[in-house]
Nanobody, 128 residues
Framework: DVQLQACGGGLVQAGGSLRLSCAAS????????IGWFRQAPGKEREGVSY????????DYAVSVKGRFTISSDNRKNTVYLQMNSLKPEDTAVYYC?????????????????????WGQGTLVTVSS
């Protein structure tokens, strides 16, 4: 079974930065797509960013584009989410998710239903 471990959350002031990490326990990391989602209190879980290794696609939600950057270290089976210029509205529990797809997931990576495996979440709080 695939295990995902997300970490790196914390409390930061508006305008600050955090880097989240998602480590995956898989043998063929390059066959997977990894997504970052977030859920604020009282709101639905929403897609933030994803990376699909098989078809080389990365994308971002409009709300974070230009501020967040997704990257990976495939030797460590880890995906990162660098979050800059954080805003109070970025406050949420952030989750990473994974799906194995040899052909890649194209432009579907911000949709929850694409993913089969989910990590436990890490809380990001941005104070104003």
């Amino acid at each position: 079974d695939v295990q995902l471990q997300a970490c790196g959350g914390g409390l930061v002031q508006a305008g600050g930065s955090l880097r989240l990490s998602c480590a995956a326990s898989v043998f063929t990391f390059d066959d997977y797509a990894i997504g970052w989602f977030r859920q604020a209190p009282g709101k639905e879980r929403e897609g933030v960013s994803y990376i699909s290794f098989s078809d080389g696609i990365t994308d971002y939600a409009v709300s974070v584009k230009g501020r967040f950057t997704i990257s990976s270290d495939n030797r460590k089976n880890t995906v990162y989410l660098q979050m800059n210029s954080l805003k109070p509205e970025d406050t949420a529990v952030y989750y990473c998710a994974a799906v194995r797809s040899l052909l890649g997931i194209g432009d579907a990576g911000l949709r929850r239903w694409v993913y089969d495996y989910w990590g436990q979440g890490t809380l990001v709080t941005v104070s104003s």
